[in-house]
């Protein structure tokens, strides 16, 4: 069976363009059809209705719902009105989401939270887009080497293995913290741990700075040193992952898992090593 997924992208997150691939990174898997219909960088509500009315007409086994401030505007609008069509809806945002899990749970949704995935300093006068690119490729290594993407990729495989099995799915409920470092990023070198932690939590606080610099303070002099801050946290937070990532390859320990064509995951540790069946 062909188990058919739609990723709903409303707004952007680090997670956002790379999140279909986590699923088939080298584009073969058979039971696999995936669809991506966005709104690219906007997200109030009028874009989260465009982006509803154009969904395609098929039915799909599982609907993710991409999106930064999920709780508010656009994209909770989405997650309201796709939990009343579809079997299984996750959404995947960042930080502000926590605020409302209660009301997704009781919507039968199921919800990734991703603390590191921070909004960046969105200040005119400060993010022209090169500044705009550079950070969320800092984020995307930090939710690489912590192990984010590896566990946003392990829970949607479940789902992904379940529907094609045609077995009920339990949908995951989890705020991603510095515990996903333990857990999924697959170091061994504990100083590779430690950096990684550091970067998560790095990244976790510029979101904080970031939402200081764009409503809290007001004088022009005051918050564009607090933005520019903000993102040199998730330059520091970028260069401690990759650190962490060298470290692993210095010893020949790199941890790597990989889809087959039929969707099961093999893996190895050393580069010369063959690949071993995970699952």
């Known amino acids: 069976m062909t188990v058919k997924v739609l990723f709903l992208k409303i707004g952007f997150l680090g997670m956002t363009p790379l999140i279909e691939a986590l699923l088939d990174e080298r584009a073969n ?9 966005s709104s690219g960088v906007k997200l109030k509500e009028e874009d ?20 930064p401030n999920s709780g508010v505007s656009g994209p909770a609008v989405a997650w309201k009105e796709l939990s009343k069509k579809r079997k299984a809806l996750v959404v995947i945002s960042d930080s502000p989401l926590k605020k409302s899990v209660a009301e997704l749970e ?15 300093g969105a200040r005119r ?6 500044e705009m690119a550079l950070f969320n490729s800092e984020i995307i290594k ?13 829970e949607l495989d479940k789902l992904i293995r379940d529907a094609g099995e045609g077995r009920k799915s339990e949908l995951p409920r989890l705020v991603l913290d510095k515990e996903v470092v333990l857990t999924d990023a697959g170091l061994s070198n504990p100083y590779a741990v430690a950096k990684a932690i550091a970067s998560f939590e790095i990244a976790m606080r510029v979101g904080a700075m970031s939402a200081e610099g764009l409503y809290k303070v007001k004088e022009r002099e005051r918050y564009l040193p607090i933005v520019a801050a903000a993102h040199e946290m998730m330059r520091h937070a ?9 470290i692993e390859k210095a010893g020949d320990r790199v941890m ?9 995951i093999v893996s190895k540790v050393e580069l010369m090593d063959s690949l071993e069946t995970a699952e």
């Open 142 to 154: 930090v939710l690489s080497v912590t192990g984010v993407f590896r566990r946003v990729q392990i």
């Open 29 to 37: 898997r058979k039971d696999l059809a995936i669809r991506v219909v």
């Open 125 to 130: 006068e400060f993010l022209d887009p090169v």
């Open 256 to 264: 790597r898992a990989m889809h087959l064509d039929d969707g099961r």
């Open 106 to 120: 009781s919507l039968g949704i199921g919800y990734i939270v991703i603390e590191a995935d921070s909004m960046l």
């Open 238 to 246: 970028g260069l401690l992952a990759d650190e962490a990532r060298e």
């Open 48 to 67: 989260a209705k465009t982006v509803l009315q154009s969904l395609p007409k098929e039915e799909f086994d599982l609907v993710v719902l991409v999106a």
